[in-house]
């Protein structure tokens, strides 16, 4: 039996995102409805660093986090006393921003007499994809349905870029790695690509946004095909993104590409956006390619595809007619929630709660939690 209201709390503070969110998961464990949604960015604060400074960041999350709490709990008129349980991201991510949020999160179960539950962050990008909006009817709720276990989930985002098989057992989920990626992130090579054209940070929607710009001839950037030992003589597929990001410093250093100036139109620089269509393209084609491939290799039907650069048109596009042309179905969020939110962590909390878990106060910040470990 779901309980008549269920109102869990969310908070999500692992990197530079402060974050909270009320959902009720009073008709769906699966597929709650988000009632609040406040996401307090950093990311103005850290573009003239080139990316996240960790000391900056937790002070800024220490000094956000009871309004932000504050504010999600008013948006959907909701008081302490009327919450279900609380959610908080416990890893991985930097330690100090973590610390912030966990320690946040116990006080406030500690003051309401709360259940706690700590959430991997992999984990609530991964319920991202089954949210339905406050306002959603019975066609969305289809639309957002969790696909039948086993199914592959493909979290890509500036921290990760891996493929993991999603098993079930009642409400808790397993995940196990199939793919990962050998150096960086996908957001990651977004983002270090555009700190060396001159496009701020993060630079990942801004180069979506100007490479779909562009019609014109793109560069032609190499792709990385991995393959690594998967054990018991099988190979498997691996990403890679550390080449085409050497190629694009490349240009630089050799003076065959200015990066963009202070106050300087992209749009009168087609060179910069020949540069940077053929980057989304090589990019979006080498993760594409890998899924549908460890999708195939691995006999399932259903893609999940979450994470920060989730939120790319050109990926939406191209997996969406990959998963057609495979017969598979996809489900992806709604481009803000395939950024970092707290939502998408209430939600996995919502789901730990009714498997029955409660971590209590003894709950720690763990920078490096496994998800294969994860409940
Ligand atoms: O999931 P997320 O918010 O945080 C992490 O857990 O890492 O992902 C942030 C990453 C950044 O690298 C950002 O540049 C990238 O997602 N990103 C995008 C787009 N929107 C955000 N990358 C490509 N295209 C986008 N539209
Ligand atoms: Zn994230």
């Not at 006080?107 to 959603?136: D, M, Q, T």
């Not at 992806?332 to 939502?343: E, F, G, K, L, Y």
Request: hydrophobic share 45%; glycine share 10%; charged share 20%.
């Amino acid at each position: 039996m779901i309980p008549s209201s269920c109102l869990v709390l969310g908070i999500e503070s692992s990197c530079d995102e402060t974050a909270a969110s009320v959902v009720d998961a009073s008709e769906s464990a699966e597929s709650p409805r988000v009632l609040s949604d406040v996401v307090a960015s950093q990311a103005e604060l850290h573009a003239p660093h080139g990316g996240v400074v960790p000391e900056i960041a937790s002070r800024r999350h220490l000094h956000d986090i009871g309004d932000v709490v504050a504010e999600a709990l008013q948006r959907c008129g909701a008081s302490i006393g009327d919450l279900s349980g609380i959610a908080v991201t416990n890893g991985p991510g930097l330690v100090g921003p973590l610390l912030v949020g966990v320690s946040f999160a116990k006080s406030l179960a500690l003051a309401g007499g709360l259940p706690l539950v700590g959430v991997h962050h992999l984990a609530g990008h991964v319920r991202a994809a089954f949210l339905l909006s406050r306002e959603s009817v019975a066609e969305d709720a289809q639309a957002a349905r969790e696909p039948d276990a086993p199914y592959l989930a493909l979290i890509v985002s500036g921290g990760h870029t891996s493929l993991y098989r999603v098993t079930r057992s009642g409400f808790s989920r397993r995940y196990e790695e199939l793919a990962r990626t050998l150096d960086d992130a996908a957001g990651e090579a977004y983002d270090k690509c555009g700190k060396l054209l001159g496009l701020g940070y993060p630079a990942g929607a801004r180069i979506d946004r100007l490479a779909r710009s562009f019609s014109g001839t793109q560069v032609d950037f190499p792709r990385a095909r991995i393959k690594v030992d998967g054990g018991r003589g099988v190979t498997r597929r691996a990403f890679s993104f550390s080449g085409i990001k050497t190629s694009v410093r490349q240009l630089v250093v050799t003076s065959a590409l200015q990066p963009l100036r202070e106050g300087e139109d992209p749009a009168g620089r087609p060179d910069l956006l020949a540069v940077l269509a053929g980057f989304q393209e090589a990019v979006v084609s080498m993760i594409v390619s890998s899924t549908i491939h460890v999708l195939e290799a691995e006999g399932l039907r259903h893609l999940v595809a979450v994470g920060g650069v989730s939120a790319n048109s050109l990926l939406r596009e191209r997996l969406a007619q990959a998963c057609r042309e495979s017969g598979a179905t996809l489900r992806i969020p709604a481009p803000r929630w395939s950024t970092d939110n707290a939502a998408m962590i209430a939600s996995a909390g919502a789901l730990a709660l009714r498997a029955g878990r409660s971590d209590g106060l003894g709950l720690r910040a763990n920078p490096a939690l496994s998800l294969s470990e994860a409940a």
